[in-house]
């Protein structure tokens, strides 16, 4: 699923970085479950749609 939303545009959205959302792109960090519900409140999707495989 995609959002045609950028890094910086999601960062800004949540509060964070746009590194920290590099690093969550790239599975570099762990991710608290906190930050997976305010990703997709910004996304406007639900969680269980970033666990999805296509």
Do not use: W
Request: aromatic content about 6%; proline content about 2%; overall charge positive.
């Amino acid at each position: 699923m995609r959002a045609n939303m950028s890094a910086y545009e999601l960062s800004l959205r949540i509060g964070r970085h746009t590194s920290y959302i590099n690093k969550v792109e790239c599975g570099k960090i762990n991710v608290s479950l906190k930050s997976i519900l305010q990703i997709c409140e910004a996304l406007k999707i639900e969680p269980i749609d970033l666990f999805k495989t296509e």
